[in-house]
């Protein structure tokens, strides 16, 4: 049996589309259109913002946007704690996507310290 392929790009992407899906699914009020929009923009940018760091030129551009995937992901996170409170009948919902926002945040945090490690060893 083989290992598992962790693939990142992959994860990503899910990640941004279950956040259009959930939005779309959330009821159509003022609240929520203003709180699923800022939600759309940051859980879709977690995704883009990896995409450009795995095509990054320069090791520095790499770590910038990463940086941003993290920034991001930590972003989702608190517009999904904020639809949690602005519909109690959808928190376990919120609850599964926070998770997954708080996961990839720890994701590029280790590649944040490991990109700083090695760039320490090499000063």
């Known amino acids: 049996m083989g ?3 962790f693939d990142i790009e992959e994860r990503t992407a899910q990640f941004g ?3 259009v899906q959930f939005c779309k699914s959330l009821e159509k009020n003022d609240i929520n259109r203003e709180l699923a929009r800022q939600l759309v923009k940051a859980g879709t940018s977690v995704g883009a913002n990896y995409n450009e ?3 990054a030129i320069t090791k520095r ?3 910038h946007k990463i940086a941003i ?3 991001e ?3 989702s996170a608190y517009w999904l704690r904020m639809l949690s409170k602005a519909n109690p009948d959808r928190v376990s919902d919120c609850d599964l996507l926070r998770q997954e926002a708080r996961e990839l945040t720890l994701i590029f945090s280790a590649i944040l310290n490991k990109q700083k490690s090695v760039r320490e060893d090499t000063d």
């Open 69 to 71: 995937s993290r920034k």
């Open 53 to 55: 760091a795995d095509g």
């Open 61 to 63: 551009d790499f770590r």
């Open 73 to 75: 992901s930590k972003e």
């Open 3 to 5: 290992a598992k392929v």
């Open 17 to 19: 589309a279950s956040i």
